[in-house]
């Protein structure tokens, strides 16, 4: 959780705000086709933990931990 973190608020990483914005563009547009077209047996919390992300890029100061 803090890597993730740390790509996203990192001052001394000159990519944070890029590593964000890929993120956020990953979970709009691409990470629900992987979803549902992947193995994955328990479909709503994958859909939970991606709305937690979302939130989490929004502002990633407040990211302590998943649940």
């Given at each position: 959780?803090?890597?993730?973190?740390?790509?996203w608020?990192?001052?001394?990483?000159?990519?944070?705000?890029?590593?964000?914005?890929?993120?956020?563009?990953?979970?709009?547009?691409?990470?629900?086709?992987?979803?549902?077209?992947?193995?994955?047996i328990?479909?709503?919390?994958?859909?939970?933990?991606?709305?937690?992300?979302?939130?989490?890029?929004?502002?990633?100061?407040?990211?302590?931990?998943?649940?």
């Amino acid at each position: 959780m803090a890597k993730l973190r740390s790509l996203w608020i990192d001052a001394e990483n000159p990519f944070a705000r890029v590593f964000r914005i890929i993120s956020k563009e990953y979970l709009r547009k691409h990470c629900l086709g992987y979803i549902f077209n992947s193995r994955v047996i328990n479909i709503r919390k994958h859909i939970k933990y991606r709305h937690i992300i979302e939130k989490s890029i929004a502002k990633p100061e407040s990211l302590t931990h998943m649940k």
